[in-house]
T-cell receptor, first 112, second 112 residues
Framework: GEQVEQLPSILRVQEGSSASINCSYE??????FPWYKQEPGENPKLIID?????ERKQIQELIVLLDKKAKRFSLHITDTQPGDSAMYFC???????????FGQGTSLSVVP | GGIITQTPKFLIGQEGQKLTLKCQQN?????MYWYRQDSGKGLRLIYY???????QKGDLSEGYDASREKKSSFSLTVTSAQKNEMAVFLC???????????FGEGSRLIVV
């Protein structure tokens, strides 16, 4: 089945700089790639997603890139703020009816 | 909007005990999921259900049972609690797989 690798597991950046999280997947049939943010003590919430018919998507300071050939996708947070500090999970969904497979998570800390 | 309610928020049990977590959603979603969250290991799928009375095994189903008694509820049973099972259990629902997951607040299992 699908497996998703997510790196780095811990990321610390200066406020105002960019943060990047990278994920890779194995199943070339996967066609849906969401990103979830989990703040301390809260449940994970969807922040942005991309489908396989796109290579790039941006919502405000969030940019996701998808490279289907390399089976990689990434989340870039530009102009990071302390409120961006959280756990971030990537996921992939194979094309046949199946379930989302999550990466291991990245703990992002934005320091002043 | 809808809500997913997990009960209890904390479940304390003894080693070897059978313990049950409950989840209710009022989104009228078809698909419901149980994930286990361990630090550094992301979200791992235990069971999911695509409709009432349906049950599908995830990657981590051994040692667990689940039941989808009706469309709005999905329960998870730890058949014999072990100390290495102390984790947060997250229930989620979606209209179908590949769409947005809405998570509950989580239930923390403590085994003494």
């Amino acid at each position: 089945g699908e497996q998703v690798e997510q790196l780095p597991s811990i990321l610390r950046v200066q406020e105002g700089s960019s943060a990047s999280i990278n994920c890779s997947y194995e199943d070339s049939a996967s066609n849906y790639f969401p990103w979830y943010k989990q703040e301390p003590g809260e449940n994970p919430k969807l922040i942005i997603d991309i489908r396989s018919n796109m290579e790039r998507k941006q919502i405000q300071e969030l940019i996701v890139l998808l490279d289907k050939k390399a089976k990689r996708f990434s989340l870039h947070i530009t102009d990071t703020q302390p409120g961006d500090s959280a756990m971030y999970f990537c996921a992939a969904c194979p094309s046949s009816f199946s379930k989302l497979v999550f990466g291991q998570g990245t703990s992002l800390s934005v320091v002043p | 909007g809808g809500i997913i309610t997990q009960t209890p928020k904390f479940l304390i049990g003894q080693e070897g005990q059978k313990l049950t977590l409950k989840c209710q959603q009022n989104f009228n979603h078809d698909t419901m999921y149980w994930y286990r969250q361990d630090s550094g290991k992301g979200l791992r799928l235990i069971y999911y259900s695509i409709t009432e009375n349906d049950l599908q095994k995830g990657d981590l189903s051994e040692g667990y049972d689940a039941s989808r008694e009706k469309k709005s509820s999905f329960s998870l049973t730890v058949t014999s609690a072990q100390k290495n099972e102390m984790a947060v259990f997250l229930c989620a629902s979606s209209t179908d797989s590949g769409n947005t997951l809405y998570f509950g607040e989580g239930s923390r299992l403590i085994v003494v």
